[in-house]
């Protein structure tokens, strides 16, 4: 995998996500896709198993710096590792490629990765008001209808097409740590 691709990716979508998303919104300006659960639903369904993992925890990182739960930093982290770990063995088992799946895939993480976040935060602090109808329904809907669409350029960003693939091109990071 091109890790430094993948670090501009991911700070790129977190400067977004915090400043310039806010322009892209359907019913109100509260109500806009989450582009890192995008992103967690991406490398989670098109990287190996191992690097999907550690992709997932760096996505819930920066979504941990981007608006952090409770005022602490965590529960993102630990809610997108674990969804992304899952999302990642799921895929071995049902093919997520087709749009309409990554939809679903992302409806869903859109909607468990809050819950699990404020359920984190609740352990440790009071946690902030979860708003029921923006954060667990439209956020989701509008991230699922976004999200597919998303994943051609990012494909293309990082350079992940089905030939590269299949010649087993691409590098793991964890060959690198275990040297």
């Known amino acids: 995998m091109a890790w430094l691709r993948f670090a501009v990716l991911i700070i790129a979508a977190t400067i977004l996500q915090t400043s310039f998303i806010g322009a892209f919104w359907i019913l109100s ?106 954060e667990l329904f439209w956020q989701p809907v509008f991230t699922a209808l976004v999200g597919p669409f998303l994943s051609l350029p990012m494909a293309w960003w990082m350079q992940m097409d089905s030939r590269r693939r299949r010649s087993g091109g691409g590098r793991s990071l964890l060959r690198y740590v275990r040297r």
């Open 29 to 134: 300006t509260d109500i806009r896709p989450d582009l890192l659960v995008i992103l967690l639903v991406f490398f989670a369904i098109r990287c190996d198993s191992n690097d999907a993992v550690l992709t997932s925890f760096i996505i819930g990182f920066a979504a941990d710096l981007a608006n952090p739960a409770a005022g602490f930093m965590g529960p993102r982290i630990i809610s997108f590792g674990v969804f992304g770990t899952l999302l990642s063995n799921l895929h071995h088992v049902i093919s997520i490629r087709r749009f309409s799946h990554q939809a679903v895939a992302l409806l869903i993480m859109g909607f468990v990765t809050p819950i699990f976040t404020q359920l984190l935060a609740h352990l440790r602090a009071d946690p902030v008001p979860l708003s029921i109808v923006r």
